[in-house]
């Protein structure tokens, strides 16, 4: 009997659910004809009502509202993880909480130089290990609280102090500890002091040659120090947002689908040209991109090479390029015997035709590297000249090393061991020469395998035989990367974070003197002395010659083989103006004019 | 019936409680961990080890034999399953290991977009696939069935991706009759209450919200039910043919019973048993589809959410969604057993 009523019960829905979907269809199509002219992102909801039911009160607001809000809708591949940025690292976080948070200083438009932003200037003692900072006056954070030296020190005091209220235990402030050395008395920067009311400053234990440059980074935006108090460890999350004193406020986010932000219009740098932001979450390239030409949104990040090729022809739509200081290599792991040998490293460097692989694979999008850091960053290296393409070279120096027959097995060297010590290569063991390329797309390599084909395809005409392989998805080949047991050639890449040139050759081979097990075990105690000499001297001028030594070391050492610097496409319809992408940090958004 | 319900209920428990267990060691067989993912291109030694301390993930996985040595008891017990095992009694899925706040909370968010969509689409697919299969096995071989049954193979044959991006080509791109993606444009403002969008939209009576929400939900239910809906057009027709091959049905036709009755009367309610075996085990494969549907219709639900937070290795997220989608799995296809006893009265459950 219970079944029967469940019956019914299910039939009533059923039968409901009907006659809502038939009313449903015939609101969809009715509703289709004004979507003829351009699209609906200027008219938002209120207008809707309209044809279907509500009387009058809804006739009535459109008037006074008269002037539409303008309303930017930018497509993008994920959602952000926090709006707190001292405790993310990724960029779609990033992209967003640089619009409503600000830091002491900022870049300037499309280059990695330092320029003040919220501190009107810094000064450093003769040294460079104290920092006077004079910070700008009048400025408030969205909830109206002042913005001023008490908020700094609270923002840098709650990164360093593990035992800070505020530096809660569920957090990982992993920029900070990278960037400034460590937590506590690990920390680089040993006090922020209060000389006045809009006067701050920095002491250091060292000099910290891109101190600035840190300053500058959107990890390192004040937030309010009220917001903070006030929501704990909720700040950041889609309940709470951020409070910042950026050029818009944040409005709302909605997991997984969008999160909006309003124009400041108190910001101290004028009122942003743009009522509204709205990101929108669109996992699936193809789909961001079709979502742009049915006009859902104004402008997207990253688009498949067919739909670049696509927008390249419509007059509706153009292309910006992001010159991201970006770099894609092929790096060894010097487990592998045959690689400790510099003449089959070369022979390798010799055989891959890069120029060719740039043009098929990457058109406008990427230059060819020579050097780990990229020329649009100060420290380059112009003088080094790259390896030709050679293949007849290669096997010459293949067969000086003993290989004339070419290359297709290699011998391990030292054991490879995983994170348990399980050994996974024994010392002595002949393997197949592998290449290894990235599960996924990053935006400094979007198609890592088809790549990896071309090269294979290169390497073999030389005489060098690889098997292509990869190591799991991103996750697990991140760690195995980090064990160094990505035993062979494998792919990588980088991108910067705050334009310093430490933050890229300092990075990778400012280690020890000892094998650095993270990049396949590359050592050179003479590279890692400059290195960390350079990011302790101070002034631009004294380090750039000590970053284009590093570089001609690692060219001369041929420690890895340097492939592309790559833009980031960005697409957006012709009715989109003033979008101003960063080198660095999030692109600006101030001047984004959308015509109806 | 209620003691049979009752027992089946209980023995959700024990399968619930494998899935943990299969969930939790598999995640943590995959290689890489949460602070490598979360790290990314930047992870050095000292942040790692730090991130994994600071999860817990560096405790054994199921017990601590190392403890039980040393004779500390409680050392022995505490241990990442056993720990997630005690919060989840309590009703605790976790926070997030990369978001930091409670999976509980996103799930209440993103489960019914998922489902709404899941539920819509099953309800498409059945409202379609059944009358389409009593059809074809009525008027079997004529032009109809062949066209319908040739319509279904290709309808089972169709990878979603592929026709979910035809669809946004179609009616968003071409002919702008229907948004690209997303539950519901940015501008529309929606109390919710149970996070059923076409649900909340009716109970607050906002009608400009509901038809938006159904603009939106209709792309990917198409993309999402055509698969389910061929197979249970197939599957209505072949147990139809079935059925009318009995000797109950050539009786009816031999007494002269008019032909609809017959169908519908003596033939539709003993075809139905295994169709709704079919239309049980063509949720789960729903709930798999979503995780393209919402990839490609930029649907929040917990389909992309959860692949994604494997890749991240984001594991509670994991293990609190895919618990609650096993959750449902497991109680839809208890309805469907229970159906059984509505269908054939044959069928006790004692």
Known sequence: MKGKSLFILLAAITILSMVLAACGGGAATTEAPPVEQPTEEAAPPVEEPAPTEEPAPTEAPPPTEAPQASVFIFGRGGDSVSLDPAIV???????????????????????????????????????????????????????GTDFNADAVIFNFERWRFTDNPYHFPEQVFEYYEAMFGGFDDASIITSVEKLDEYTVKFTLSAPLAPFLANLAMDIFAISSPAAIEKYGADYGTPAAG????????????????????????????????????????????????????????DGLEQATVEDLADAENNPDLYILRKDQPTTAYLAFNYKIQEFQDPKVREAIAHAINKQGIMENFFGENADLATTLIPPSMWGYNDTIEDWTYDPELSKQLLTEAGFPDGLSEVTIAEDIVDADNNVLFKAGDKIPLRLYYLPISRFYFPTPKEVGEAMAADLANAGINVEMTTEGDWATYLAARREGRLAGLYQLGWGGDNGDPD??????????????????????????????????????????????????????????????????????????????PQMVDADNYQDVTVTP | MVRYVIRRLISIIPTILGVTIVVFMFLRLIPGDPAVAMLGEHATEENVARIREQFGLNRPVFLDREALKQGDLKGFFNTQYLLYLGRLLRGDLGNSIHRRIPVAETLAQRFPATMELAFFSMFIAIIIGVPVGIISAARRNSVLDSTT???????????????????????AVTLQWLPAGGRLDSGIELKTITNFHLIDSLITLNFAAFVNALQHIILPTIALATIPMAVIARMTRSSMLDVMQEDYVRTAHAKGVAE???????????????????????????????????????????????????????????????????????????????????????????
Request: glycine share 10%.
């Open chain 2, 149 to 171: 049954m040739v319509g279904s193979l290709v309808g089972v044959s169709m990878p979603i991706f592929w026709l979910g991006i035809m669809l946004i080509m179609l009616f």
């Open chain 1, 89 to 143: 690292t990724d960029g779609e976080s990033f992209r967003v909480t640089g619009q409503i948070l600000e830091s002491l200083y900022t870049f300037a438009p499309g280059t990695t130089n330092p320029i003040p932003n919220l501190a009107e200037e810094c000064m450093p003692n003769e040294s460079a290990t104290e920092w006077t900072c004079t910070l700008r006056q009048g400025v408030k954070f969205h909830d």
């Open chain 1, 503 to 580: 933050n890229f050759t300092g990075y990778f081979f400012g280690g020890g003197a000892e094998p650095i097990q993270r990049e396949g075990w590359y050592q050179n105690p003479t590279l890692a002395e400059l290195l960390n000499q350079a990011l302790v001297t101070p002034g631009q001028e004294n380090r750039d010659p000590m970053y284009k030594e590093a570089e001609q070391i690692l060219h001369d050492d041929i420690a890895r083989i340097w492939l592309f610097h790559t833009r980031v496409p960005l697409i957006f319809s012709a009715k989109v103006q003033g979008y101003q």
């Open chain 2, 260 to 350: 609809r009755s017959v169908l519908y009367k003596h033939a539709l309610k003993n075809a139905f048993l295994p169709i709704i075996t079919i239309i049980g085990l063509q949720f789960g494969l729903l709930l798999a589809g979503a995780v393209l549907t919402e990839t490609i219709f930029s649907w929040p639900g917990i389909g992309k959410w959860v692949y994604d937070s494997i890749l991240s290795r984001d594991y509670p997220i994991v293990q609190g969604g895919t618990l609650l989608i096993a959750f449902i799995f497991v109680l839809i296809n208890l309805l469907v057993d229970i159906s059984y006893g509505y269908l054939d009265p044959r069928i006790h459950y004692d």
């Open chain 1, 242 to 297: 951020a409070v910042g004193t950026g050029p818009f406020v944040f409005k709302e986010w909605v997991e997984g689908d969008h999160i909006s932000v309003t124009a400041n219009e108190e910001w101290w740098g004028g009122r942003a040209k743009v009522d509204e932001i709205i990101w929108r979450v669109i996992a699936d390239e193809s789909a961001r991109y079709l979502a742009l030409k049915a006009g859902d949104i």
